[in-house]
């Protein structure tokens, strides 16, 4: 059974669009849960446009799926989610003016600070996920890191409109499940996946979890949160 990660993030970016307490994104969680949800994702960012340090704490006392914390390396954050202890830590990339996270982590050029990170991490009991674009070295640069997890990015995939930009960008997260199984890695995979999308690439083997938040989210607004997350669980095998 591949898992379903629901992302909460925008239900609190609709939250900081007027700057009060609602909707609160602690309480769009325990619906997700009650949809069917096997675990809930929130990115903590540098500029705390979304989820804020209060979101991270309610979430870990309240839910009870695991918490998989998205976070950049910036030193107050990692602070922060080692005293959280959240279930899973995934590393992304983040840049201040982006909308979403545009792309994976570069692994080999940030080798060095990763490894401590992860030491780090892995001693506070944090489970660790790189968020990766599907590129063989990347792949093992994180294996060699110790990584427990990648988590693939399927933006690109997701992106792409003519269908042979579809079927290159589909091989390429095909040949990367291969490249991190051969590695030991487990395998999560993420970005852009909406109703439409999501079945082909829940077939992919060795697929552990999918982390979707905007699609799912986006649908809540017109049949309700619990409901959305039920018809994206149904899509998965
Ligand atoms: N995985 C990662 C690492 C992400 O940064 C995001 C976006 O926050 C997602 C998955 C979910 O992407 P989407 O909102 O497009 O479903």
Redesign the pocket.
Known sequence: MVKL?V?V??VATVREARGITEPDPVAAAVLAELGGADGI?V?LREDRRHIKERDVKLLKETIKVPLNL?LAMAPEILDFALAIKPHSA?F?PEKRAEL??EGGLDVIANRQRLQTVIENFQAAGIIVSL?IDPDEAQIEAAAELGAQFI?I???RY?DATCENDVRNEFSLIEQACITAANCDLRI???????YRNVSQIARLPGLEE????????ARAVYVGLERAVREMKNLLP
């Open positions: 990660g992302n993030d925008h994702t990115h998205e995934t992304v979403t996270t968020f988590e990015h399927t933006g997701c999560n995979a993420g970005h852009g996946l909406n999918l982390n979707i938040g905007h699609s799912i989210i």
